[in-house]
């Protein structure tokens, strides 16, 4: 089964599975399984999307990249999440290398793809914003409550993840649904994920962490995922606490800043089973100071091609 919104909307369909941290926006696995099935015959229709053509996305954390995500699932095209912090070179790098059938962007960014000469060979282009006015209004359709899944199996992608190495242009990492489950389950048999989880998503949805860290688990168990579009270390804490988070997960960097706030030390992080750190070495003690806070580290080794979860060390041994 791969196509997990559909299995919780009919468990949990008023259990809220997303909120948008900026606007409040929300939605429950109900609706994003409605909104879901409603986004898969519009690419279908309007953009003749099928299974295994590449949608290009560039944009930050939002409900609609995550409804793609659950439109993927039941049409089987394949989401290619784009850096939005790249120039107009590089992007064209990579619409050159991944030529979508589709491209997606928030039309703060739209500037960055006329720059990009490979754009204007793209069958379709459109705003997310419209996509969103079009496949995502308030109001119900008949679209919303099914759509012939496609037939899809284990090899058959559902990201390219671009990763870079110390040379060369980004590689287009090829992430299939069974990479997706397998992760999802291992991370559970490391970490605590259950459909009692509580998240928050502060990583970029062009980086593998930002979808397959916690957010693609979270989705598979049933949990709760906030979404922020950028980092903000007093926001987030405050978050972290006001959320009663049971995971969060960011780099080093993140946590030192979080512990630099004048509020770590009165923050209530009472919820957290502990946070998970990867991306780059934590000082041990960076590490102490929040073993002190009685908010324990679980560091993590990953890499986008095979995972990206792979290791997980005990906090016992941080």
């Known amino acids: 089964m791969k196509d997990w919104t559909s299995k919780w909307a009919l468990y949990s369909p008023d259990k809220t599975a997303l909120k948008e941290y900026e606007t409040g926006r929300t939605l429950t696995y109900g609706q994003l399984n409605r909104l879901g099935n409603r986004m898969a015959h519009h690419l279908q229709r309007t953009f003749g999307v099928g299974k295994g053509d590449r949608v290009a996305v560039l944009a930050e954390n939002c409900l609609e990249y995550v409804v793609l ?24 790098f990579l619409l050159c290398n991944a030529e979508p059938h589709l491209v997606l962007a928030e039309a703060k960014y739209r500037t960055l793809l006329e720059n990009a000469p490979f754009f204007t060979q793209i069958p379709h282009r459109w705003t997310l914003e419209a996509l969103a006015e079009r496949a995502i209004p308030t109001t119900d359709t008949p679209d919303d409550h099914h759509f012939p899944a496609v037939e899809l199996h284990d090899d058959d992608p559902v990201f390219i993840l671009y990763t870079s190495g110390t040379t060369g242009f980004p590689k287009g990492a090829l992430y299939t649904h069974g990479m997706l489950f397998w992760n999802s389950i291992n991370t559970a048999i490391s970490l605590i994920v259950n459909g009692e989880s509580r998240t928050l998503n502060v990583m970029p949805p062009f980086h593998t962490g930002g979808w397959n860290v916690l957010v693609t688990p979270f989705l598979h168990h049933g949990g709760y995922t906030c979404l922020f579009k950028k980092f903000e270390p007093a926001i987030v804490l405050r978050a972290l606490e006001e959320e009663r988070c049971t995971l969060f997960m960011g780099v080093p960097t993140m946590l030192k800043m979080l512990a630099d706030e004048p509020g770590f030390g009165r923050a209530d992080l009472s919820s957290l089973h502990y946070i998970i750190v990867g991306g780059e070495p934590m000082p041990i003690p960076l590490i102490e100071r929040w073993h002190d806070k009685g908010v324990y580290v679980r560091q993590g080794y990953g890499m986008t091609e095979v995972g990206p979860n792979l290791t997980s060390l005990h906090q016992d041994d941080a």
Do not use: H, T
């Not at 993927?72 to 107009?88: D, E, M, S, T």
């Open 69 to 92: 995500f659950a439109a993927a699932q039941k049409l089987g095209f394949i989401l290619v999440p784009l850096n939005y912090r790249l120039a107009a070179p590089e992007i064209d």
